[in-house]
């Protein structure tokens, strides 16, 4: 089989062993399954390449440490077991995605004492939350009528498993017929997107909430690709209003790469289309990817 097409028969990581993907198993005492306890990152490999694989585990290591969970691997056996199921699996363009679980205690209880850490990772063909229609047309967004989870309640920089404030804000978006939800704070200032961060463009300047939001590595990435072009980036505080009137308005994320938000609570963006902004950074960005420069190869 020739490498990038992937394996027939998917390979796991789980428990320290690599298995067959139907053969992976954890405990229903794992308190990832009792109470969504665990930490995790998504990255992606293009070209036989894992983009900004440091950045990812690092983001990882910080997340547990956050939590208190002690990764089983230190984080050169991260990366290798990130290489590694990419190689067991004959990718070139993937989804990788790594866990780590707080494991299983003494009793199936909510004490996050005496458990045993588990890391997981798998790697599929890759796969892109957004399809071509979506790049050339942007998407229909609406503000949520919940708001995220403050910084107070559980760090927003953590990158952790308990996604249901996400998952409901996207339901209700969908369910209006909707593509996404924009997600407030509880003072009304403009957070994220269910995975995704947020930019509003306006008189050549890009503006990006900078409190209660995953920092992700695209939102980081899109920073320095504007800074290279002379574009200025501000962290700021946005209101409803700001994206309402922005030029531009787009999402990022690792699963999604950068498109155009072109309506917001029916109120049409800039023109109503993807303008010259998010398409020049999509386009560096995916030059970037297809360049390997900041990037890990798999196969040397």
């Known amino acids: 089989m020739n490498i990038g097409t992937g394996s027939s028969e998917r390979q796991v990581y789980v428990g320290g062993e690599y298995v067959p993907e139907n053969e992976a198993r954890i405990s229903v005492f794992d308190h990832v ?12 490999a293009w070209g036989g390449r894992v983009f900004k694989l440091d950045e990812h585990v690092n983001r990882l290591f910080e997340s547990a440490h956050a939590l208190k969970i002690e990764i089983p691997l230190d984080k050169e056996g991260v990366r290798e077991v990130v290489l590694e199921i990419m190689r067991r699996n004959r990718l070139e363009n993937a989804y990788i995605k790594i866990l780590v679980t707080r494991g299983v205690g003494r009793m199936p209880l909510m004490s996050p004492y005496n458990c045993t850490p588990n890391l997981i990772a798998f790697a599929i063909p890759y796969i892109s939350l957004i399809d071509s229609n979506v790049q050339q047309e942007g998407i229909r967004a609406g503000i949520s009528s919940m708001r995220r989870i ?22 209700e978006a969908n369910e209006a017929g909707l593509d996404e939800a ?31 939001i995953l920092v992700g590595v695209t939102r ?64 560096k960005y995916v030059e970037l990817l297809e360049s390997g420069k900041q990037s890990t190869p798999v196969y040397s």
């Open 150 to 171: 403050p910084s107070e309640c559980l760090d927003s920089k953590i990158k952790c498993t308990n996604y249901l404030n996400h998952i409901l804000m996207r339901m």
């Open 33 to 44: 399954v009792l109470y969504g306890d665990a930490v995790f990152d998504t990255a992606c």
């Open 182 to 212: 924009i997600e407030l704070d509880i003072h009304g200032y403009v957070a994220e997107a269910p995975g995704y961060n947020v930019f509003a463009a306006k008189n050549g300047i890009l503006y990006t909430p900078g409190e209660n």
């Open 220 to 283: 980081q990435t899109v920073i320095e690709l504007a800074a290279e072009e002379g574009m200025k980036t501000e962290e700021a505080k946005l209101t409803a209003f700001d994206l309402y009137n922005a030029d531009e308005v787009f999402l990022t994320s690792t699963a999604g790469g950068i498109f155009a938000v072109r309506e917001i609570d029916g109120r049409m963006i800039g023109r109503g289309k993807p303008g010259s902004i998010v398409q020049m950074l999509n386009q």
